[in-house]
């Protein structure tokens, strides 16, 4: 999907979206030839829990290592227990 599809579908606007791109929280799955940012249906629910982990306090540097962490196949549990703790 385009990124208005997913600022729409998230309740948000392109510009937050752009933004935790450019932050490094959330990444277009590829680039379409016209050079549009194509988003998976995986992004709505990682910008869901992006959101959510912000609720809680978390910072988008502390988010952007747990995303990291999980992207790269680890589980983040311990990690995110020692930032909440």
Known sequence: MKIGEL??????????IRYYDRVGV???QERSESGYRL????ALDRYRFVR???????HLGEIREIVALRDRGGTPCGFVVD???
């Not at 988003?39 to 995986?42: P, R, T």
């Open 39 to 42: 988003y998976g249906e995986d």
């Open 52 to 58: 959510a982990a912000q609720a809680v306090g978390l």
């Open 26 to 28: 959330l990444h277009p």
């Open 7 to 16: 600022a729409e579908r998230a309740g948000t606007s392109v510009k937050t």
């Open 83 to 85: 930032l909440i703790g």
